[in-house]
């Protein structure tokens, strides 16, 4: 069980070992990494929101992934294979091409292969009493903004660059019910404003 014992004005932040996360590459540039098994420490980033500690929500998500690795991860790697035509239409690839970071992925193993899980994100938005999980994800396809995908319990709701994970997603707000098209734009101010920084 994961304990999240922070305070208001703390840093909600703690790494943790995952020993399923041992079976995914480690994350860093693609360019200069070797592939090698991850050691399967994570930072987890608590979103803090308004909340003066961290909410039973937020705990539920983090312990039902501690408790369900495996189950979760395979659904990760289903997720991303699933959405992985909408990323190479983002990148304007056709077909798959390993010299722009765009291998051929069809199973679980071949996710693994190449992504690396740096940061878990538990979000302060949530549904069910489970708070949404993002996963920020190194990728051969996009070293500086990397991946993210957006998880509830085992569901994959989301994937794109890496700050869906930490920023939410429309998708992630249609799951939940609250999303409305207010929301949307400042969504994607506050996404504008994180990648010009």
């Known amino acids: 069980m994961i304990e999240l014992n922070f305070e208001k004005g703390e840093e909600w932040y703690l790494e943790e070992e995952f020993k399923r996360i041992k079976k995914f590459r480690e994350t860093g540039l693609y360019s200069s990494a070797i ?9 987890v980033y608590v979103q803090e929101y308004d909340f003066d500690k961290p909410q039973g929500f937020q705990k539920n998500a983090i312990n039902y992934f501690y408790e369900n ?10 997720g991303i294979v699933k959405h992985y035509p909408k990323l190479m239409e983002i990148y304007s690839i056709k077909e798959y091409d390993e ?3 765009f291998p051929e992925l ?3 193993e071949d996710v693994k292969k190449i992504i690396g899980i740096g940061n ?3 979000l302060d938005d949530q549904k069910d009493d489970y708070s949404y999980l993002g996963f920020e994800c190194g ?3 996009d070293e500086e903004h990397g991946l993210g995908v957006i998880m509830h319990k085992e569901r994959v709701i989301d994937v794109g660059s890496a700050d869906i994970s930490f920023s939410g ?3 992630l707000r249609k799951d939940n019910g609250t999303y409305t098209e207010e929301k949307d734009l400042k969504m994607k101010n506050r996404k504008n404003k994180s990648l010009k920084i």
């Not at 690795?69 to 289903?78: A, D, G, I, M, R």
């Open 35 to 43: 592939p090698s098994d991850s050691n399967g420490y994570v930072g």
């Open 169 to 171: 997603s429309k998708e």
């Open 106 to 108: 069809k199973s679980i």
């Open 99 to 101: 010299e722009y970071g």
């Open 139 to 141: 990728c051969p396809w």
């Open 69 to 78: 690795q495996e189950k979760l991860l395979n659904s990760f790697c289903n």
């Open 120 to 122: 878990i994100h538990i």
